[in-house]
């Protein structure tokens, strides 16, 4: 073969080698693209899983899964009667530390807080924790309303599993019993007269 058409033959061969490396390096992202693994092809994420679209971060957890906390409590009140108000706190069995917070309406007052809990009357709320473990807990005070008390009142509560904030749920608004006289309509006395006898 004639050397100078071997030469020629080999400058061609290596200048479609270099195009070809060259069409890969500036390949459009949109070429790229297709070979990279998209989030969206996988399987619909269940309830309470991470939310990130990057399954191997562990992205932001919802703060639901840390715990949750519930609390207990009658539903109306009386002024100057005592009641007790219950929080049950189930942290989640990751969890490492956590502590509870509720404030009550102001004026009044608590006692008989359980668990080592602490009473800060200048700023109308009770504190538990921190807990180092996620062994669940529940948690008591008992609330006593002024002699002035009325209308309806709320209870507010959060608790804090390894930082992140849960609202305690369940009963939060406490409503002034009514008020019944003698001689109202449904009350005991209503079925007696004046003279004391009871009514034929």
């Given at each position: 073969m004639n050397p100078h058409r071997k030469d020629l033959i080999t400058a061609a061969i290596d200048a479609a080698v270099v195009v070809f490396v060259l069409s890969l390096v500036l390949a459009p992202a949109s070429v790229l693209a297709q070979t990279r693994w998209h989030p969206q092809t996988l399987p619909a994420q269940e309830p309470g899983s991470s939310t990130?679209?990057?399954p191997w971060s562990p992205g932001s957890s919802d703060p639901g899964d840390s715990g949750i906390?519930?609390?207990?409590a009658p539903t109306t009140y009386v002024p100057t009667v005592p009641l007790v108000v219950t929080l049950t706190v189930t942290p989640d069995g990751n969890v490492q530390t956590w502590a509870v917070e509720e404030t009550?309406?102001?004026?009044w007052r608590v006692s008989a807080v359980s668990a080592d809990g602490h009473w800060d009357e200048k700023a109308g709320v009770v504190r538990w924790g921190p807990f180092f473990d996620e062994t669940p807990q529940t948690l008591r005070y008992t609330l006593t309303p002024p002699a002035g008390a009325s209308g309806p009142q709320e209870l507010r509560g959060t608790a804090s599993f390894d930082g992140a904030d849960v609202t305690v749920t369940g009963i939060r608004t406490l409503q002034r019993a009514p008020i019944t006289k003698p001689g109202d309509p449904g009350?005991?006395?209503?079925?007696?007269t004046e003279d004391?006898?009871?009514r034929r």
């Open positions: 990130s679209s990057d906390a519930v609390r207990q009550v309406p102001t004026g009350s005991p006395a209503a079925a007696v004391g006898r009871g």
